[in-house]
């Protein structure tokens, strides 16, 4: 972590509260955790309720759909940490690795529906160029997704291009893969709040 | 659907309008990527444009400037919610664009 303060400047309630996460879980406090638990009134509070919102308020897409798409445009933003994170969070939502390493290493490959593929497609588009027009969403649309689907991948967008830019401007520790899956069960019970 | 529209609308009212230890004009034109002054423009821009390429020295060229690191944090947030901002903004537009054309046909 390239601020001390995201490290080690938390209250004292904070920090036991770190102290409590490593011994139920046996691992290393995650660097998100420590960021959205720094003056959490500026941004980890507010966020957290627009991440919990996207990711797990009701949405015609699954929650694995969801964290699918996180991991996907955390990989085009490439941002190691962030991939690492929700890749463990969509193969634990889909109970299935292959599906989710299947679109990460090739989407147009990947054994997935083409409502899905179309967003990611877009998703990818609005990550890397940071714009997409009328005609590329006509595409998507037109592969079956509607409107509130694409407007539901949008938000998800949103967070995991906010959240990917911290991570690695901060410089988050990118840990082993036991505390990315113990960082997953923990969003797959209780969601980002 | 889920619906982020007032939780985003604060977030953003947060950030750039309430107490904070960054000036609210900095805080925006991180925001914005815009008028910063160097070395700061240089990471909000790398923030926001390719922020797996901020490296530990642009930090801490930015704490030499004068900044604190309380100061650098908000700014950072302002840029990558700014960017991410942009971003869903104009693909929303375009989404609009898209289905009222659909409407009409």
């Known amino acids: ?193 | 659907m889920s619906d982020i529209r007032e939780g985003r609308r604060a977030v953003v009212a947060r950030i750039l309008e309430g107490d904070g230890r960054a000036s609210h004009a900095d805080r925006r034109a991180a925001f914005d990527n815009a008028g910063l002054g160097e070395p700061l423009q240089s990471l909000i821009d790398k923030v926001a444009k390719s922020a797996r390429d901020v490296t530990d020295e642009d930090i801490a060229a930015a704490k030499k400037s004068g900044l604190s690191e309380d100061q650098i944090f908000e700014l950072v947030v302002c840029a990558a919610i700014g960017q991410a901002t942009r971003q869903y903004e104009t693909a929303l537009a375009a989404l609009d664009v898209a289905t009222k054309k659909t409407e009409k046909e």
């Open chain 1, 1 to 193: 972590m390239r601020l001390t303060i995201l490290d080690t400047g938390h209250g004292f309630g904070t920090k036991a509260l770190f102290a409590l996460i490593r011994a139920v879980s046996r691992q290393p406090v995650l660097d998100v955790i420590r960021l959205v638990r720094y003056r959490p009134d500026f941004y980890g509070k507010p966020m957290q309720r627009v991440t919990h919102e996207a990711m797990r308020g009701p949405s015609p897409w699954s929650v694995a759909d969801r964290e699918l798409m996180a991991a996907f445009v955390a990989k085009t933003n490439g941002s190691e940490w962030c991939t690492r994170a929700h890749t463990a969070v969509a193969q634990g939502a889909y109970r299935d690795e292959a599906k989710v390493s299947g679109v990460l290493s090739d989407l147009e490959t990947a054994a997935i529906e083409e409502p899905l593929r179309a967003t990611l497609r877009m998703l990818r588009k609005v990550t890397r160029e940071h714009t997409v027009d009328a005609d590329d969403m006509r595409v998507v649309l037109g592969a079956g997704a509607s409107r509130e689907q694409i407007e539901d991948a949008l938000a998800v967008c949103f967070s995991f291009n906010t959240m990917g830019r911290l991570a690695d401007a901060f410089g988050f520790f990118v840990p082993g893969p036991k505390a990315f899956e113990a960082g997953a069960k923990y969003l797959l019970a209780r969601g980002y709040r």
